[in-house]
């Protein structure tokens, strides 16, 4: 059961992703290629691979990258404590991340996302190898059994074995009467917010909110009061 884990061992985390290049016309010859044959079957006849590019790359991980990684976890006094690793250079994101797995309290965390396992756990595991980096051991899942990986997924928690269903965080937000984190903006919009309007801080902002909305997402789940934000 759920309510038997002890909150201040996990990390709520969430990922703001966006496509490597700002315009189709900027990417190699080499790459324009295996973007097609990576989506053909995903694209319907009307769509073509430069409309697909600006509109998907950004939730491939092989033709993405990661511009934000927000975190939260429950102090002592009941408040959740977000921290944010944002950057226009990936690479100084994930090393920065990476180094919070040092610490003695997070050695043995507990990972929490909403729709985690198929997107951001992998996504950021493959970026930290695309960058030639270790991923951190709480991502490592080679030949662990599935009770032994630290990954908890609210989407997952909600299907109570419903493979088939999909629900937003933005809904389970809705339905367990916390507040949107979308009152800003939503993730349609945060490739044209970082590539065309260069607000990356609006970014970080709309992460930290969903990060404080899981975390009040998996309490709800617990029958419990939701957390506030720790402002130190």
Request: charged share 30%; net charge negative; with cysteine.
């Amino acid at each position: 059961m759920i309510q038997h884990i002890p909150i201040e061992k996990i990390l709520f985390l969430d990922i703001e992703t966006v496509p490597n290049a700002s315009a189709w016309d900027d990417l190699p010859e080499s790459e324009k290629k295996l973007w097609d044959k990576k989506t053909f079957h995903q694209r319907k006849n009307e769509i073509t691979a430069e409309d697909f590019y600006m509109e998907r790359a950004g939730v491939m991980a092989e033709f993405g990258k990661i511009i934000c990684i927000s975190v939260g976890m429950v102090e002592k006094n009941g408040k959740l404590l977000i921290r944010s690793f944002a950057s226009d250079v990936e690479k100084n994101i994930l090393e920065e991340f990476g180094e919070i797995f040092n610490r003695p309290k997070l050695r043995d965390v507990i990972l929490c996302a909403h729709n985690g396992k198929e997107f951001d756990f992998p996504w950021i595991a493959r970026r930290f190898l695309i960058n030639g980096m270790e991923p951190p051991k709480p991502f490592q899942m080679f030949g662990k059994k599935p009770w032994e990986i630290p990954h908890l997924d609210t989407m997952e928690l909600w299907k109570f074995g419903d493979y088939k269903s999909y629900v937003s965080l933005e809904l389970l937000a809705n339905v367990f009467g916390i507040p949107t984190p979308k009152d800003d903006i939503d993730g349609s919009m945060v490739s044209s917010i970082y590539h065309i309007e260069k607000d990356l801080f609006r970014i970080v902002q709309y992460c930290e909110k969903d990060v404080l909305t899981l975390a009040n997402v998996f309490r709800r789940m617990r029958q419990e009061d939701l957390l506030i934000r720790s402002e130190t």
